[in-house]
């Protein structure tokens, strides 16, 4: 209660008594800030009041007041709430960066930590440049505490992101006492401050007022209020000014629990401070609050919120108040009466007490009492109290309606939060925000799949708003399955996602939420806890965590556990982090769980090796096509979660199954409740994770009528199947059937119309018939074909898809009457299509009108423009109507008032034909009227389930006229109205059904027939009936089999007309032609199949029908068999055989031809009809598959020779090639031809056809040879290279060719046949000094040709040493001269060393570990010593001391190649000669690598040269050097060659001549990327200060890409370029490239561009002006010189002018040019420059008549007598050379004139 007093006269007198009444004497008290209960209140001293003179003064009761009372009073609001304003708040939330402040009326601030105080903020500031924590600094969580009372001053209002006002606080004691100064300071005064420093004995505390220091002692801190012992520097505190010295410069302080105030202090409404304790007289009491004067002057008010409840206020009444807050600028101040503000205590409880009800929806609350101006107070059912602000009185789009809220006797609703201040809920009626699903984090729990809104993307993740109130985290590893680079190109504000939680922290209102798909989509178990996560179940979870030991995988929550290194992964993982990444989904399987420990032992090998869980639940059965009833426990979003009854074995019902009409679908799952039971189920498919129902008629039917394939080896041609789509693709549509199965429609068999979109084809979930075309046994998978012409629908199938349909509405309609869903909707339910309705008309407009019902209150009643049509309505007139279509979900009504529709009904004859109008056309159903009459029904909208509507042409519209057959008058289930069926399909069906029915018009089988042929095709004849049907006779069915002759055409021999007998042996139906086998004699078929062979006719000879399934059984491979040529499917290159009118055989390219020519047109070697003889390759039932050969062969055998198809050329391998019947080989380049030769691959490309030998087979691959010894042994000479089968067709020093396999550090690997491989060490290899295997290996590509000489052959180890030697090979080495390596030593080291090798080798390779081992198998490599490959080719050049004369003598002894580079021998073993040798490579390197080199004979030996013939090698060599020399030096001989270039440019790097020409030498010879790299290095080399030379590369660059590149390589270098260069003259360069190259939109668009960008330079209007000229654009040009002389400046404009009228001349019209001159020099006459370019041009396109009177204008010019001087000059060699003597004469005579009228003027 707040205390209540009695009002004294002036000057009274009061005594205090011993309850909490306060009497005292107020003249007798000098301080009212002591801590003790006594309060009075006096007068305001004069001096104190410091108002400024504006503000309102009002007499009342003999004093004055300072501020004005509001008239109404009302809470305060935010939009009230201004910057400067001071208001008492408490702590709510404390977080790291923010503290959340709740303040009075509900409302909320923010204190950041950068508004705390000057002197916290600079220790942030100190803290955050420095790595060393300090510890002076305290985190905010430390300094403010929830329920803490704080004086705050609003820093700002801000605006957040959703434009809602954000109130900005601070507690600075620099803002919150700005208005006090020192000398207002007196003692008594309580005052707010924050700590600025800790000292020995006390704090300073800042209070904020300039140029006083305030100190409190640490013996006054010892006080409730603070939570710490000792003070912190930022800490908020309340102090009493206890002693003022220096005039305000120092204050002593003492610790304050309240803070009283009291008229002597001084108080103004300018510093009057919140949190002040004053006693206040009540003015005047309203219903919605108080009026008080306090503290003599000052007025205020209580709002309703602030009046302790229980209590009774008068008028007159003293009470004890708090401020709360002064709004300055409205000089408002707010008070309270509230006691828990009142008492001597800092804190209050920011929790509400009985627990948090924050987020709770309440019913059954009433409403108290209505505040208009503020909001309404309820009561909820437990009698707590909660105020509803005015804004959440109603939707925020709604106007405003306090009697509504009032009149309702209960309320539901939605508590938002607890105010501390107020100690009173805040609630909401908005209806919006209870239907909130997540208004609060407890209302999320992990593992929930939920929606949201992107609201910002972070560097760390992406924030999402599930509702206003809520948002949550998708860090960023969790964004996408996989970890994504840019992440806003996915992602954008605003965009719906959909994830599922990974945890929630209710405390710290946090939520982190995933995006992986495997994670949202899982149907695994969740380990939401450590009891979830029992051993043996499998779920999926994501790595967190990589360690050694294994991977540490999270689930939900806080579960995490260990999978150990071993259980990562049947292999065997040795580096996780290899393996593995951090956020990767997997499925892991519990191995071991302590729920109490909080420890999880998981496996990724269990759970990939399917070791699922022992379900603990009892078994379910429930096979599939199983019919069964199940209740429904909880919808989602995409179905049903059911339990199947009784057993409750839980399975899945997705929406899309619930019906074959789509739009049903929707509708039964918005009709359908949790705890409704649904009937007519069946198991469509089960798996170890769930069971999915389907509750679609038509898959009901076909798994009851077992028309299903149960497992995939059960998927057979031409097999129908009832399914559903699946998914959409580009390519197609996935249709899932029955058991699991699932096939692809390709998009050509999608429908009969060609289709561009898939998507707008079908939808996913709808039912479709599909038939299967294709089946891949080894892929396990099929294609099915849509195409409603090949697929069959059984009779009545229409009628019971349109019965069902309108089942299924009725069902829906029944369960709303039934439901309490609302009584708009039961309304609706009871609407029939047909129905007549009385309507009054709300509007109407051109295109429909809009009806008001009383029955259907909120529902939408609406007739389109045809409806009206000829009726005139006018608003509030009354019609009738009649229903066409109810719209329960969208509650739309859609009606017609046409007056036919409103007549009589016609009688309906059954069976009769009849027209029908579309009135109204639905997703699934149509409305029409029949007989154009008032007769209503209903019509499926798609005749058959897999039509497809792609364009409007092909949908029904309203006014269509169909024609249908009435298959009853009145339909009970369509509710009295007639069942009709399209024309079309009924026909169809009923011949099908006459053909039939009767006895005496269906054929049985083996019955002897009489028919006349109608018509001969090449596989099969027609042949008329007696009874009028057609039968048909397949092509073997005609002649007796034994009498068939291979290349004949059976059917040729019957003449169309004659008459036949015939015997039935099948039936073919009429839609799909696939022959149907009879299981018993009175089958009936539509179509009979018959015989004519002879021996068949007899009625005595008795056959049973054969199926397609007993004829492949009875076949084996090898079998030889008579076909007949079907078809040829050139798509897949193979021929279509049939034996037998059920059996069809194919026959691929490969088993069809055995000459290659043959294959680009295979199918001109067999015509339609023909009988072929064939082999049975392969025959089996399961998988059906029957292929044949007509090749003569049905498999592949060893030495045979087959043809074969080049499917890859790989430098390794060979040639890859795919052989008849399946089999796969390979060629090795060695077993190409007889006859080595250089890239023999080359010859050979992917689908080559060629014919091969088998040589051998190893693992089901063949090794196989196109030598022509082997194709055509007899025909053909001695193999040159011959084949290489064993190591024992090689011997020691036999000279052999072979390829290059690879080059390695142990030297070079020569292939010599498929299976035998040497081996060449470096120093073997060449007679240079290599130091560097890569040397070799770019000099020696893989299969290059080398000869060789075989050293050693170890057929133990399967080792060939072999020799590139150019001693051992008469061939040039493998290395040219021009690399300029040292020789290698050729004398005793190495002849010691090959002695001494043996000796070494072993223990060589001992010490040497890391040799590595060469295989023995296939692969042949190595050599007789180790040690040779081991020391790399290094070699010891000069070795005297040991052996010096041996070394002598046997160096002498080495010959030197006849075919290698010839050099001087010295007997030293060094060469005088290098240098001139050295020149020789150019033609010596050629030679050596020609094949002519290498056909060259092996086995001859080098022949030793005379002295003479080494003298004259030395000669010539040395005249080639003075010729090279002379060459080098002359400047004007251009490079020929790339090492010529280098060598030139070393000496001028920036010579862009140079680099052009370089250039150019490549481009001749078409290489245009090494171009390109030497435009490339030119750039880079070129100084940057050669800005013209670097500008010439660029342009050649733009040339190089404009001729070979494409336009985007064009416009990057241009980019470049511009980037680099002066930009101007780069694009000059570019618009002439593009004109030289007769570009001519890129050279206009280009100047375009320019003239924008340099539009101050005159060059490019010329440039461009120009351009338009040569273009033939004179128009253009005149236009563009307007925009030139605009642009430029004035002084550019004749020079302009003349430039265009010179390019007028030569490129435009002369005359145009012409006058263009006159104006200028009419202009400026005296420009004798311009007169001259005239007169030149006029000369050149003129007439004499037009020279000369230019000239005699220029003659006449007064200029100077020299400039008149040169016009005569050149008028008189004008006219010398263009004239007659007589015109020369005029020339001089009027030069007279001038110098005699010049002399008179000189002498006047």
Known sequence: MASVEEDFPRGGKTKKSTDSKVTVERTKVDNLFQQSDEQTTTKKKKGGNTKVKKQKTEEQEGGLTLNAAANIVEILHIKNVREGMLLLGCVKEVADFEVTVSLPCGLQGFLSIRNVCEAYTKLLSEQLDSDVENEEFCSLSQIFWPGMLLRCVVSKMDITKGGSLSIQLSVNPKLVNKSLTSSSLTPGMVLSGCVESVEDHGTIIDIGVSGTKAFLPEDAT???????????????????????????????????????????????????????????????????????????????????????????????????????????????????????????????????????????????????????????????????????????????????????????????????????????????????????????????????????????????????????????????THLSDIILKNPEKKYIEGMKVKCRVLSVDVDNRKLCLTRKKALVESTLPLFLSYDDARPGRVSHGFIVSIKDFGCIIRFYGNVKGLVPLEELSSEPIVRPEDVFYIGQVLKAKVLQCEPQKEKLLLSFKAAAEGEMEESTEPPIDCEVGKGVEARVVKKSVNGLEVVILPDEGRAVLPTVHLSDHMSNCQLLWEVLQEGDTVSDLICFNKNKQNITLTKKPRVRSSLEEGAVAKDFSEVTVGMQLVGCIRSIMSYGVFVEFPYGLVGLAPKSAMSDKFISDTTTAFEPGQTVIAKVTNVDEEKRRFLVTLKTSEVITSDGDARAALLNGVQERRAVKEMLTIRDDGELRRQLAALTVGQKLKLTVDSATQDGAKFKSDNLPGADVVASKRHVAGVSLTPGQKVNAVVLNVDILSTCVHVSVLPKLLGKKKSLNKGSDCWAVVQFVDRDFTVVSLNDAAQLTLLQTCGHPNEVTLSGADRLKAGMTLTVEVVEPSCEQLEGLPLVLWKGSARKRQRTASENQADSSGHRFGEVLQGKVRSVKPTYIQVALEDGSMGSVHVSQVVEPAAVKMGSFPTSTVRVGSTVKARVIGGREATSHRFLPFSHPKFKYTIPELTLIPSRLDPGVDFKPVTAKDKLSGYKAGDEITCFVSKFKSDKKCLEVTSDPCLTGTVDLLSMITDPKDASHPEKLFKLGQAVRAKVVEASVQPHRFVLSLSGIHKLEKGSITLGMVTSVHPQVGLVVKLPFGGAGAVSITDVADTYRKNPLEAFSKDQLIRCYLLDVQNGKWHLSLRPSRLNAQNTKPAKDPEVLSLDHLRLDQVVRGYVKSVSEQGIFIRLSHNITGRARLQQSSKYFINNHKILSSHLPVNTLLTTKILSVDREDELVDLSLLPADTGKPDVLPESLGLPLRLVGDVEKRDSKKAKKRSHCESEQKPAEPQVPKKKTKKSSTSKTDADDSGVEVYFREEDEGEEAKRDSAQVPPSSAGPSRLQVPTGFSWDVGLSSLKPVLEAKDGDSSDGEEQDGNEKP???????????????????????????????????????????????????????????????????????????????????????????????????????????????????????????????????????????????????????????????????????????????????QRALKSLPPKESVDVITKFAQMEFRFGDAERGRSMFDKVLTSYPKRTDLWSVFIDLMVKHGSQKEVRAVFDRTIHLSVSVKKIKFFFKRYLEYEKKHGTPQSVQAVKEKAMEFVEAKGKDAAN
């Open 222 to 476: 010892q006080s409730k209020q603070h939570k710490s012992d000792e003070l912190k520097v930022g800490q908020y505190v309340t102090s009493r000014v206890e002693e003022v010295k220096n005039d305000g410069r120092v204050v002593r302080l003492s610790a304050a629990a309240r803070a009283s105030a009291n008229a002597k202090q001084g108080w103004t409404l300018t510093n009057l401070l919140p949190g002040l304790t004053v006693k206040a007289t009540i003015k005047k009491v309203t219903k919605h609050g108080l009026h008080l004067d306090f503290l003599n002057s000052f007025s205020g008010q209580v709002d309703f919120l602030h009046m302790e409840p229980e209590s009774s206020y008068r008028e007159g009444f003293q009470v004890q108040a708090c401020v709360l807050y002064i709004e300055p600028t409205a000089r408002l101040v707010g008070l309270s009466l509230r006691s828990h503000l009142l008492q001597p205590m800092s804190d209050i409880n920011a929790a509400p007490p009985g627990g948090d009800r924050t987020g709770e929806v309440v019913n059954e609350c009433k409403v108290t009492t209505m505040h208009h101006m503020s909001g309404a107070m309820l009561e909820l059912p437990d009698k707590t109290p909660a105020f509803v602000h005015r804004n959440h009185l109603k939707e925020p789009s709604d106007p405003a309606n306090d009697n509504k809220v009032s009149a309702m006797p209960k309320h539901t609703c939605r508590i938002l939060d607890f105010s501390p201040v107020e100690q009173i809920y805040f609630a909401s009626l908005r209806k919006s925000v209870i239907d909130q699903r997540f208004y609060r984090y407890q209302d999320i729990h992990a593992g929930q799949v939920v929606e949201g809104t992107v609201s910002v993307l972070l560097s760390h993740g992406m924030v999402l708003h599930l509702s206003e109130h809520v948002k949550g985290l998708v860090p960023r």
């Open 1503 to 1681: 022949q030793k040269k005379t002295r003479h013939e080494l003298e004259q090698e030395k000669k010539s060599a040395e005249k080639a050097l003075l010729q090279r020399e002379a060459e080098l030096m002359d400047p004007s001989l251009r490079p020929q060659d790339a090492a010529a270039f280098e060598r030139l440019l070393l000496a001028s790097p920036s010579s862009s001549l140079l680099w052009l020409q370089y250039m150019a030498h490549h481009l001749q010879a078409t290489q245009i990327e090494q171009a390109r790299a030497v435009a490339e290095r030119a750039l880079k080399t070129i100084s940057f200060r050669e800005e013209q030379e670097k500008l010439n590369v660029w342009v050649a660059l733009l040339n190089l890409e404009n001729m070979y590149g494409t336009q985007e390589s064009l416009k990057k270098v241009f980019e470049r370029a511009v980037q680099f260069c002066e930009p101007m003259p780069v694009y000059q360069q570019l618009a002439d490239i593009y004109a030289n190259s007769n570009k001519i939109k890129e050279a206009e668009s280009l100047y375009k561009t320019m003239v924008k960008r340099f539009r101050q330079n005159k060059a490019v209007w010329l440039s461009y002006g120009t351009f338009l000229l040569q273009q033939g654009q004179s128009d253009a040009a005149s236009s563009l010189l």
